[in-house]
């Protein structure tokens, strides 16, 4: 039994909401209350609709009866969220033999001729089903129309129903039973929606749009959806209806005097004043940029529906920013409208929304962005290409250490394995360049230097492609671009949101132009450099290797020697930049054999280098390579079995703080240990550190302080953080390699079955891309509690790569961290999540 009455007149004072009858309808109540022209309307509501759907047959006479004879109605879905969609929309339908004479006499044979046509063709494919070959939209001659209805009937047994209450009653079915149907669910649940969103619809006196003096119809907005800027964009087409404006373009007006071409302004001033005053009195009374629909009746204009202008994230931003700039909505408000997960998009350029696409590989979106180069299969090739200022995309089946100088020289990176925190992913981020991962779509022939995409076409070195890191993709060809958008709404919006955030947010940073992204996005520091991306230019590549192969402990003091004053100017540069903002140093963490060369190639080289024989060089290699190098020997393990690595570390950060404090800044370097797994790991580190610091404060005759901390990588350091807690200032959750650990889940391979794990719902996200709450999640809150027990002053923080993760820094700030540290461009994505989860 129905409890509400079956459908309700929308006027200015019923009771109507968005949760019961649909934002559509909604809207168009708030039309009506701020005096639109809108013509009348009728909402059934989510109740109504889905008794429709289940066999209730509703009376549609009485419905018809408010609309006064002669009216023909348009039928309109209207879900919670306008994003969700719905059916199509069915205009005209009343529409008939008798209509068809009536109308003929008023808006003339030709324009009646045409609605009916539509209808008809329309009722057919949408409501009764039929093949839509048979009913392709034909000139309106009185031949089509007649053989339409023909065949109409020849397919269904029946002539075409005259009943305008009939009519009515066979479109709300099909509507409503065309919402429940799963594949709408499917794809409405993709975009958000709850299994059971409900549908409302509107039904409304068609303006027609057709006949005598200046009729048509039109759709308009008063900001760009590109760019957010003030500019009148829309289409208004002579003798249509609903959005025709816009599908036929090519023969449409522009609205405004101002455009390309013969315009609206032109044809019917009046009416294009009444727009404008329209989109300025929605803009206050409903807080929002609107897109209008309207219609021209002999010159009369009614407006039908208005919707929130379709936005590009960067238009969203202005948007929002201008918006509370004139006074029209909070600049809490502001914040909330902007998704932080959309900010990458205004950071970097993007392929433009409107571009064409030719996907050739599909992957997992690594790090945003977008770049058009040649495709290269080889970090050589890179910098060959860069050296000639040529722009390319390196394609590797996985990335090492080895190709970091190839992918400093690309555009943009993409790999056929990895997930979201493997090498590729994680220096791609940092670098700010877009990166896919984990293609699993396409072959790699190394040797013949191409890419086979799964049908089969070919793509060579040389080729141009563009990489879609925002989307995980990699184009054919060189689609137009949009360039990054950090303008004065941008930074304005920022600067709201760190009124409002209540965590700290770093930045992490390897090199000074990591750590000028940070400062440039406001970063309040730098939470994790790692230091090991400092080995890899090539002079210091060949110390490095000194120190490998260095078979005496003076041999390795002196290749310690010659990196000291390299590592020294490292760390001034930051601690420059940063300007008195924190800088946690991590201390070397990769096994050794990360620096030597695979390739024969490489090898060779390296004996030349050292002037050793290539026998020895390939002996000393096999002789480091580990089963399980991640869990081998590595961080402080390395710096526990050859002490004389961290000593150096140490010295080169202290004297650094010696000598830019010198230069009257304030310096507080911040010294992290990694992948600790026992207290008593700590203690000998700490023992060694502070020898280095009071050698260097006798040295120079100065005083300095810096602060110790832990990185918990391993679940045994989460659950011994009381223990460790006693000798460190601070622990930063190394959640990278802690959800390696507590998942026995190879950070590097689970890309390959992450998304058939995603996908059958073993795990609910990546837990790589956002923090596994409930289980890395517990150990975090062991930690901390633990820590806090013996501490309670003890700072925490997360500097895995969850810490740029919405979910992750709630996580973050629920369990009283004082600041999650992520890559460079994920800071403002962070800063406006953090800014979002505090209000
Ligand atoms: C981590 O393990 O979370 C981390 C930040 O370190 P890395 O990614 O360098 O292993
Ligand atoms: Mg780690």
Known sequence: MQKNAPFTEITRTVDLSAETHGQRAKCIQRLIRLDMPVPHTVALSFETVHGIAAGQVIDTRPLLGSFGADSLVSVRPSP??????????????????????TLSETIGAEAARALYLRFVQAYAVEVARLDPELFEPTEPTRDALVQSLEIYEEEMDEPFPQDPANQLAAVLKSMARAWEGTSARLLRQAKGAPPDAGLGLVVQRMALGMGAAESGSGVIQFVSSETGLAQITGRYLSQSQGRDALARRAEALYLSRDSRGPSLEDACPEAFAELRA???????????EMQIEFALDAGKLSVLDAVRVPRAPRAAVRIAVALAESGVISKEDAILRIEPRTLPELLH??????????????????????????????????QACAAQETPCILVRPETSPEDIRGMHAASGVLTEKGGMTSHAAVIARGLGKPCVVGTRDITLDLRAKTLTTRDGRVFAEGDTVTLDGTAGAC???APRLMEPAL?????????????????????????????????????????????????????????????????????????????????????????????????????????????????REGIWNLA??????????????????????????????????????YEMQARAIFEATVDVSLKGAIVTPEIML??????????????????????????????????????VETPRAALKAGEIAEITDFLSFGTNDLTQMTYGLSRDDAGRFMGTYVQQGVFAEDPFHTLDADGVGELLNIAAERGRAVKPDLTLSICGEHGGDPDSIDFCRKAGFSYVSCSPFRVPVARMAAAHLAL
């Open 278 to 288: 329209f989109g300025d009195v929605l803009r206050t009374g409903l807080r929002e």
């Open 475 to 477: 184009l054919a060809g």
């Open 80 to 101: 919670a969220m306008q994003e969700w969609g719905g059916p199509t929309a069915m205009l005209d339908v009343g529409m008939n033999d008798t209509m068809l004479l």
């Open 487 to 599: 303008d004065g709404s941008f930074r304005t919006l920022m600067a709201w949101a760190d009124q409002a955030r209540d965590i700290g947010i770093r930045a992490n940073a390897d090199t000074p132009a990591d750590a000028e992204t940070a400062r440039r996005f406001d970063a309040e520091g730098i939470g994790l450099c790692r230091t090991e991306h400092m080995f890899f230019d090539e002079d210091r590549l060949t110390v490095m290797h000194e120190m490998i192969f260095a078979e005496t402990g003076e041999a390795r003091g002196a290749a310690l020697e010659r990196l000291l004053p390299m590592q020294r100017e490292d760390f001034v540069d930051l601690f420059e930049i940063m300007r008195g903002k924190p800088v946690c140093i991590r201390l070397f963490d990769p096994p050794l054999h990360e620096f030597l060369p695979t390739s």
């Open 349 to 382: 350029r993007q392929v433009a929304f409107d571009a064409q696409r030719d996907p050739i590989a599909k992957g997992m979106a690594a790090s945003p962005g977008a770049a058009t180069g040649q495709l290269v299969f080889s970090a050589t090739a890179a």
């Open 608 to 645: 030349e280098a050292l002037d050793l024989p290539v026998s020895t060089v390939t002996h000393r290699i096999e002789a480091l390579s580990e089963y399980n190098p991640m869990l081998g020997m590595r961080g402080v393990r390395l710096g526990i079995a050859i002490p004389e690595i």
């Open 674 to 711: 990694p992948l600790v797994s026992a207290r008593r790991e700590v203690e000998l580190l700490k023992t060694n550190i502070d020898a280095v610091a009071a050698a260097v404060r006798n040295e120079r005759g100065t005083r300095f302080g810096f602060r110790l901390g832990v990185m």
